[in-house]
Structure formats: C-alpha cells, structure tokens
C-alpha cells in the first residue's frame, strides 16, 4: 500500500532538507507535534524510501577540485548488458560525480570533477577507451549559477 503524505509529513520533509542535522526534539517543534510521532514519522518515512540517506554536502573547490566537466558518451551498442556494463564501470570512477542515462544521440550525460585540467584528461582517455564506448565528447565548466539538492517540495504537483 503507497504511503500517502500529509501536510505535516511534507513539513518534516523541507525541515529535513534544510538542516538533517538537527534534533528530532527541534524538528518536531518546527512541525508542531512531540518527538514521538515525529521520530516515528521520520523513521516511516525513511523506511517508504521518501529519505533515502543524510550526508553533509562538500565544497569541491575548497577540496582541491578546481575542474567540474560534463562527458557525453555515445556508447556502440545499447544493449541492455551493455548499459549496465557502462554503469558498473563508471560506479568504479570517484571523479565521476554523477551519471546520467539519456534519450536521444548521446547515451550518457557524465558530471566530473578532477583536481586540474590534466587529471580530467586522463579520465577522457580511460572513458574512451573502455569497452563499447564509441565517442566521448567534454565540455568545461566555466561557473555554476545554481547547485540546488533540495527537491522543491513547495510546488503545488497538481499544477506542475
């Protein structure tokens, strides 16, 4: 059975979203209800899979990662096996950040981080060399306008 939302479970969720740091005695008074039923909704919540994990969210640049990219790669088959094949070889890529299958020309969308300019290169070569990978096209990044990982939970669905 699909666990439906309520009002106060979507507040849980944007309190969350802003700071999963706080306590569950803060975060239920920011929803309204005692911490019982609030850790209890917090643990539902994350056992329906709407919480899929808590992280704290690093700055790349003052980590040493002054180069974010973008890889297209067009693979020669798209295959299912080899679809997954391809998944499971940039799964073992730290400097890919992100991976994303696509519809249309290109087969993947790659996001990329790399200390300087010729560590990215070195990733280029070993993507366009592994298996099934027919071309790889980059661009560099020049600045990012916006780095939101907050899901807009204030957007009224039925209008979206």
Known sequence: MPYRLDAIDHRILKELQEDGRMTNVELARRVGISP??????????????????????????????EVTAFAMVHLSSQAEPDLQAFEAYVRGKPLVRECWMLSGEIDFLLKCVAPNLSTFQALVAELTAAPNVRNVKTTLTLRNAKNDPIVPLELDRATV
């Open 36 to 65: 019982p039923p609030c850790l209890r909704r917090v643990r539902a919540l994350e056992e329906a899979g709407f919480i899929t994990g808590y992280r704290a969210l690093l700055d790349e640049k003052r980590l040493g990662y």
